[in-house]
């Protein structure tokens, strides 16, 4: 399809293990965020890249979180050593800077994470 | 306090009724005001865009912002059981890169 993918859709995680959440987004898109997205809360920022590079990070929650697009594409979000506090949706978004669109962020199905 | 408010609802309205949404927010960089839509189990879709101040109308969707108030809203006219959604606020300033800050969402349920 042509929308932004996260894989997995679900996780269930147990306190103290390490997760790696994958996002692919939109062919072409040279930005892409990522937001973490609690129970009957609005996304929060957590980290944005442009290509490869890594911009913003000042969303992350804690160390234990770490964000990575190496080549430019898929992108992953790791946390360390999960915590209860870390159960959420966590949503991948991509755009397109320069284009008349730019402002558009368009945003994933998300991973839900629990952590038991 | 948050950067950007938003009444979190329940709103429930019958069908063809009009719906008004609202955040208000308090960082007066913001520029770009945003509507998103997001079904349950589903990512955000962006319903309206405005640049700083004004009216922008797209089908049944009107968005206004009002800078001086700090205060933007969505009317949504004939309202269907398919709007039923949260409806988050979304803002971007001109500095800080381009993350955006979201309101807490309203959920919005249209009845027959």
């Known amino acids: 399809g042509a929308g932004v993918s996260q894989s997995p859709r679900y996780k269930v995680a147990k306190r103290g293990q390490d997760v790696a959440l994958r996002c692919d987004p939109i062919?072409?898109?040279?930005?892409l965020f990522w937001y973490q997205q609690a129970l009957g809360q609005g996304p929060e920022f957590l980290t944005y890249?442009?290509?490869?590079?890594?911009?913003?990070k000042s969303g992350l929650p804690s160390d234990r979180f770490f964000a990575e697009r190496p080549e430019g594409s898929v992108s992953t979000l790791k946390i360390q050593r999960t915590q209860q506090e870390d159960s959420a949706v966590y949503l991948c978004?991509?755009?397109?800077?320069?284009?008349?669109?730019?402002?558009?962020?368009?945003f994933g199905p998300g991973t839900r994470l629990t952590v038991t | 306090q948050k950067e950007v408010e938003q009444d979190p609802g329940p709103l429930s309205v019958p069908e063809g009724a009009i719906v008004s949404l609202n955040c208000t927010y308090s960082?007066?960089?913001?520029?770009?005001f945003m509507w998103y839509r997001q079904y349950s189990r589903k990512g955000p879709e962006l319903l309206m865009y405005?640049?700083?101040?004004g009216n922008k109308e797209d089908g049944r969707f009107t968005a206004q912002v009002d800078k001086s108030s700090k205060y933007i809203s969505l009317f949504i006219r004939d309202s269907q059981p398919s709007d039923s959604a949260t409806y988050l606020c979304?803002?971007?300033?001109?500095?800080?890169?381009?993350?955006?800050?979201f309101g807490t969402g309203t959920q919005l349920k249209v009845e027959l």
């Open positions: 960082n007066s960089a913001f520029q770009y």
């Open positions: 978004a991509s755009s397109s800077p320069g284009t008349v669109t730019s402002y558009e962020q368009y």
């Open positions: 405005t640049y700083s101040s």
């Open positions: 979304a803002m971007r300033s001109t500095r800080g890169g381009n993350k955006l800050t």
């Open positions: 890249f442009q290509n490869e590079a890594q911009l913003d």
């Open positions: 062919s072409g898109h040279v930005s």
